[in-house]
């Protein structure tokens, strides 16, 4: 429900002071969230028996569950993690086991026993640049291994870092005296090297002996991400059979057009060809997932492709290459192969678009592997989050939307309802001034293609007042603005802009995951497309639905890649993006690492000239990257621009941001600039400031008033 109090007129000039301010911080998530009681804050499967806690309003209750009687007893004092859940040290990978931890140190690979604290060396000639299970991709870097332990933690899956040659990157400190230099390895589009690995595995039980397997050096690409290293620094793409005999994984080409699943012999280190598939744009294995596997012990293999159209699982014959059966089929995608029981025959994974509504909405399946007996085991309308047993007999789904709260049930694998275990109170959020998103759907910029996204006005709406319009963009093409559609108390700065007499507008527009593979690739091999075309007509269409949106008056932010659409905006659409506050962007994937610009839009190659004698010469001087270049629109901007960036960007480098402050003071624009001193992508202590800056640059500029002077957000 929209509710129209008395406010204070957006066509009212006189100047905002701190309690306004205040007034809209009230709903930001740092002072909702405790008002939100009633939901789990604390979940773990302990041997016949599931722990949980409750927060609520005064107290969060521990609770035990007997997964055999259903019977619940509450526990003395709250459940709390493990000790070594808090202990873990982020330089060393555990084997399954938990008796060695492998680690780095000097360039070589290490493990320690965990009982004794004896350290083995297992490599001697590791180098700087070539390295063993070194975790660098250039955007992102750790000093823990990369590697994936064998069932048994008698053998190591990893590889030797080839990064000689590769690019460096360079920042500096800001401090008195002499600046500390940064230096690392960070490949760009179209580099002649990149970094490159050799796959290894090493046998713990034969002596620690190296087998290097038998091809040549792999890209360092993976199928879901833009690096190798999962969380913790698992070696993606990589899986052991149980008996540790032999080892599969997956290439990846350069420019990700092909994936070739392989399979070696963890003794000889003798490499056989499995499986390739080769795509038009790229390839992915599903939506941030892994969503193949091979299955040994039946010669069999699952593997996720997009060649209809849609992600689906196919299942294969191992031994012959040949496809048994598709497992999943229809206009919807599988997002995540969660478990597969070999004996049964089932898959378990999660997916969206199959049941009715919103397609972003998250459910949870089981198929037979011949793709009978396909079962939604999560029929309640919304997004769920899935925490399994670890013999997967039981689940816990925590369902919700954008505007109802979460709900937490315990199931068994059938999909039955044991247990209801927590329906989250908002009673005191709504007496604390939340307000209910605007979940809505429009058509996209072909006009059929349906679009989602979330609105927010203000507390004090009314059709008979006009509002500026803020545009949040986050253009992917690995995510979108919204993605999940699960409730969430304050969603960044949205709800506090619209008190401050704003309608916020973020869709997730074509080019983004979670749809079709056509869907996706709507702007591939042109990044500067960013969506902007389906932001536009979303707030468009919205604007004939709320008479009260004033689209004469549109203003647009993001950080990172949204910090690149921004900027794109207001020079691409200047008639109607009038204000952008971009923070540190990658106004030109040429400046930004390898892996990102030669997924989405291709591998760099200089334009081709035609002439009339029918002959063709290639420019160098130009490529098809201009196209997506920020710099090289400066000419074009007339509103008002905030550019920002952190100075130790190690992610996105500021480079990026200062292409474009170059071209923009030779076109003789005026813009305004902050960069953050030593900030990395992130801006730390210093993100209250840029929050505050923002405010303050739609407020004077989009509906012509004085914000207040120096607003410090209270830390209470």
């Excluded at 800001?174 to 490949?187: D, E, F, S, V």
């Excluded at 396909?374 to 789904?397: D, K, M, Q, R």
Aim: with cysteine; hydrophobic share 30%; charged share 25%.
């Amino acid at each position: 429900m929209l509710l129209s109090i008395a406010s204070c007129s957006n066509n009212n000039k006189k100047p905002l002071d701190s309690s306004d301010y205040d007034r809209a911080a009230k709903h930001l998530g740092q002072n909702l969230n405790k008002h939100l009681f009633n939901i789990l804050n604390y979940q773990s499967w302990d041997e016949g028996f599931f722990l949980y806690n409750v927060k609520g309003k005064s107290e969060t209750k521990g609770y035990k569950l007997n997964l055999s009687t259903n019977e619940l007893s509450p526990t003395l004092s709250p459940n709390k993690r493990k000790s070594q859940d808090f202990s873990r040290n982020r330089k060393e990978f555990v084997s399954p086991n938990g008796k060695l931890a492998a680690f780095i140190d000097n360039y070589n690979l290490w493990v320690r026993n965990t009982a004794n604290d004896v350290k083995t060396q297992l490599t001697f000639d590791g180098k700087k640049d070539y390295g063993y299970a070194t975790n660098n991709a250039g955007w992102v870097q750790s000093a823990g291994p990369v590697l994936r332990w064998s069932p048994k933690s008698n053998k190591i899956a990893t590889f030797r870092q080839d990064a000689i040659g590769v690019g460096e990157m360079y920042l500096t400190t800001t401090n008195i005296g002499h600046p500390k230099l940064q230096a690392w390895k960070y490949a760009l589009p179209g580099d002649s090297k990149i970094f490159e690995i050799e796959r290894i595995i090493i046998d713990l039980k034969a002596n620690n002996k190296i087998i290097k397997l038998n091809m040549k050096n792999d890209f360092q690409r993976s199928t879901t991400t833009d690096h190798i290293a999962g969380r913790g620094g698992e070696f993606l793409d990589t899986q052991w059979s149980q008996d540790e005999s032999r080892l599969a994984f997956v290439s990846s080409s350069r420019d990700h057009k092909e994936a070739h699943l392989q399979i070696a012999d963890a003794k000889t280190g003798e490499v056989s060809s499995i499986f390739k598939e080769n795509v038009e744009t790229y390839y992915e294995s599903g939506v941030r997932s892994e969503n193949w596997e091979v299955l040994f012990e039946s010669n069999e293999f699952i593997w996720y492709s997009e060649k209809d159209n849609w992600g689906h699982l196919y299942i294969y014959d191992l031994k012959t290459k040949k496809l048994k059966n598709q497992i999943t089929k229809g206009n919807w995608l599988v997002r995540s192969m969660r478990h597969i029981d070999p004996l049964t025959r089932e898959i378990f994974f999660t997916a969206g678009g199959k049941e009715k509504g919103n397609p972003y909405h998250v459910y949870f399946y089981k198929v037979n592997f011949d793709g009978s007996d396909l079962t939604c085991l999560t029929p309640e309308f919304g997004t769920h989050t899935i925490n399994a047993s670890p013999n997967w007999n039981y689940f816990v789904t925590t369902y919700s939307t954008t505007t109802s709260p979460p709900v937490s049930v315990l199931k068994n694998k059938n999909g039955d309802k044991l247990a209801e275990l927590a329906s989250a109170n908002i009673t005191a959020l709504e007496k604390n001034g939340w307000q209910k998103p605007i979940e809505f759907s429009v058509k996209a910029r072909d006009n059929k293609t349906d679009l989602f996204g979330i609105m927010y006005v203000p507390s004090y709406y009314t059709e008979n007042d006009k509002y500026p319009v803020l545009n949040y963009i986050y253009p992917g093409p690995q995510s979108g603005s919204v993605g999940n559609y699960s409730f969430n108390v304050a969603r960044r700065d949205y709800q506090a802009l619209a008190e401050l007499g704003f309608v916020v507008v973020s869709v997730d527009a074509m080019g983004t995951p979670g749809r079709s593979k056509s869907f996706h690739d709507a702007y591939y091999g042109n990044m500067g497309d960013n969506g902007l075309p389906d932001n536009i007509t979303t707030i468009e269409q919205l604007s004939s639905r709320y008479n009260s949106m004033d689209i004469s008056k549109v203003g647009i932010w993001g950080h990172s890649g949204g910090g690149f659409a921004s900027t794109a905006a207001l020079l691409r659409y200047p008639n109607f993006y009038k204000v952008a506050v971009s923070s540190s962007g990658n106004h030109d994937n040429r400046n930004y690492e390898a892996d990102w610009g030669e997924k989405w839009h291709g591998l760099l190659t200089p334009l081709e000239l035609d002439f009339q004698d029918g002959k063709s010469e290639y420019d160098v001087t130009k490529s098809n990257y201009d196209i997506q270049a920020n710099q090289l629109l400066a000419e074009n901007l007339q509103g008002k621009l905030l550019i920002s960036h952190g100075m130790l960007d190690d992610n996105v480098p500021p480079s990026n941001t200062m292409l474009v402050v170059d071209a923009l003071i030779k076109a003789n624009k005026d813009f305004d600039l902050i960069l953050f001193p030593n900030k990395r992508h992130g801006y730390g202590d210093m993100n209250d400031y840029m929050t505050r800056r923002k405010w303050d640059y739609f407020i004077k500029h989009l509906k012509g008033i004085e914000p207040p002077k120096n607003y410090i957000f209270s830390k209470d």
